[in-house]
Each structure stands twice: as C-alpha cells, then as structure tokens.
C-alpha cells in the first residue's frame, strides 16, 4: 500500500514494480528515474523549476554549503518522528534535505514511511539517485494525493505554502515543519547584483490553526569559493528569473564571496 492516494477519487495506491493503481481502476506508471505523476493538470508542459535551477540548486547542494540546515531539519523532524510515522516533504526539489532525514532515521532504528512530492519533473528526475525507500511523486503542494489526516509530519523547505491543504492531510497533533530565510539572508549577494538591495520581510511566527511548538535560527557566514558557486547559489532562488542578463553579468567578475545564510526553522503543532 502506498502512502498516496488516487489524485482522480481519492482511493488508495497500491504500488507494483512499475506502477501504481487504485481500486477505480486508475494506474500511473513509475518513471525511469524512480517517481510517479499524479498532478493531474499537464497544461503547459513541464512545471515547476526547470533544469537550469534544478542543476544550480543541486551543484551547489552538493558542495555542503547548506549542510548546517541540512542537520538543523533533520535533527527537528528526528524531534518529533516515531516508529510507524508518516513524514511527507512537501516541495522537496530533488530529495537533497528529505534523503538526508530519511537515511538518519534508518540509522537510528526509526521506521518512518517517507512520501516526497513536488510539482517539478525535472526536480524529480534529478532525485533519482537519493534513497530508494523514500516515495516520489510529482504533484502539487495545492491539491496533494494524500489522504485526509494521514501524516504526523509535514517537512517544507523554502517551498509554496498552502495551510488548508496541510491541515487537511495532518493528524490532529500532527507537526509541520517551515524553513524559511530571514532578514540578512543572501544580503551581500544582492548588492553584488542589485543597485538598490533590499533585506527580506520576515512575519511573525504565526499561523492560523497551529501552535509554535519550537523555532530555531540558524544565522552563518559562508565563503563561496568559486565564480560558478556564486552563480550557482543565485541561479537557485526566485531572483534570478527577475533579473535582467546585464545585473546577471555582474557576477562573472566575483571569484570569492562571503555572504550571510540565515534561516528559521520552525516547528508547528496543529491544534
């Protein structure tokens, strides 16, 4: 059995070698690279990032720039799992957090069911070499295949945020995690790029329906080594598809940096 639904009537998955069917009579086949689609809207293509920002992302990822909050998540989703848990990482990207809290569950001894869901295809391909155990899906954050007040944890990593669809899958109690960037974050990048930078607007930790149950700050310098880091991280964020190729080009003469990464990662109880 899957941890999915039918995104069509909403009945169970069970999964095969290489699909996933219901009792309606649905099926959806397993890709090449290990995950199913079950966005049910194919309007325009693929969605979501595109390879340029699935590359980036993943290039820099890999350099362990962003390990500290690699741990600091796991070590807030390992807080709050427990044997038999179901932990959906909503907008996962290409698995790079939701595999590293996967694996230090498994060596710990919890058994977790991991599910992982996000709306690109190109995010999802480049996942494919992160941990077989976890479940891949393309769908979207907005109207996920998952069955009411089935998770105990939702994990949401600079991703859309959608409060009635994650009420509606977590259990009464259940956890969601945020990471989101503060006020300084990637500050001294943007006065590379832009003439008039400006710092992130960050709210108050509130939100409708959930309880703050802990927050942590995790504020760092971090030297980027190389021009192609450098562009690399910039090409990973909402930024660069808003700015034009001439601010872009300002980074091609930077060959080191030191700028700021500051995030919240928040943990917050359902009521």
């Known amino acids: 059995m899957s941890g999915f639904v039918c995104p069509v009537c909403g009945l169970p998955l069970d999964r095969t070698e290489k699909s996933y069917t219901c009792a309606g009579n649905h099926c959806y086949d397993i890709s090449k690279s290990g995950y199913v689609n079950l966005l049910l809207s194919q309007k325009g293509g693929n969605h979501g990032d595109d390879k340029i920002m699935v590359k ?5 990822l890999e350099k362990g720039y962003y390990n500290a909050l690699r741990d600091k998540i796991t070590d807030t989703v ?3 799992a427990s044997d038999g848990a179901v932990i959906l990482d909503a907008g996962c990207g290409e698995c790079f957090y939701t595999s590293h809290f996967y694996e230090e569950l498994v060596r710990e001894g919890i058994k977790a069911e991991v599910l992982a ?22 769908a979207s954050i907005f109207h996920m295949p998952v069955a009411d007040s089935s998770c105990d944890i ?24 945020q ?21 992130n607007q ?18 760092r310098k971090v030297v980027l080594q190389t021009t192609d880091d450098i562009k690399a991280l910039f090409m990973m964020t909402p930024y ?32």
């Open 78 to 80: 390992k807080k709050y």
């Open 56 to 60: 980036a992302r993943r290039d820099f």
């Open 154 to 177: 939702i994990v949401n990593v600079f991703a859309p945020f959608c409060r009635e669809e994650f009420l509606r899958v977590l259990k009464p109690g259940g956890i969601y995690i």
């Open 117 to 138: 869901l996000d709306i690109s295809k190109n995010a999802l391909a480049a996942a494919k070499s992160r941990s077989k155990g976890i479940e891949k899906a393309v």
């Open 179 to 199: 990471t989101i960037p503060l006020e300084e974050h990637l500050f001294e990048l943007k006065e590379i790029v832009y003439d008039n930078p400006y710092k």
């Open 240 to 271: 660069y598809y808003r700015t034009s190729e001439k601010d872009f080009a300002k980074l091609d003469s930077v060959d080191s940096l030191k700028v700021s990464t500051e995030f919240a990662v928040l943990a917050f109880k359902k009521k």
């Open 202 to 219: 960050v709210e108050p930790y509130r939100i409708d329906g959930f309880e703050l149950a802990k927050s942590s700050e995790l504020r």
